[in-house]
């Protein structure tokens, strides 16, 4: 259905089918937007942080790092290419121990990272401190 609105707007030389089409995109970006957003703010909220932190992009980064047991002075790191790739495994291995969860659950954070954690942020079960650093 909606592709087929999609073809009729693109075939049309006026400004509205443009119109209409971006704002079929802009709704699309808004729910992933959203969809993305809700289950940091749950495992914040778990961890006993507040869950507006979760949507400021590189603050997130550090309190994530907190979470985790880590040093919030690896956000540093996030910002060379490649390194990021193996700093966010290592973030999602130490979040899936900071919540009782083990390696199977980190190798599903890496690979389908949105599902696990609705898993984490609506699961039963509960944040266990790695008190390395102050949360």
Known sequence: MISSFLLLIRSSNSFFPQF????????????????????????FEKAGQDGWKSIIPIYNTIILLKICGLSPWLVILS?????KLILA?????????????GIGFTLGLIFLDVI?????????????NPNVYDV
């Open 20 to 43: 209409a089409q971006f704002s079929v995109y802009s709704v699309w970006l808004v729910l992933i937007f959203l969809i993305s957003i809700l289950p940091m703010w749950k495992i």
């Open 79 to 83: 910002f060379i290419p490649y390194v």
């Open 89 to 101: 495994i290592i973030i999602w291995y130490n979040l899936s121990k900071a919540f009782g969860k």
């Open 116 to 128: 696990f954690l609705f898993i984490l942020a609506f699961g039963s079960n509960e944040y266990n």
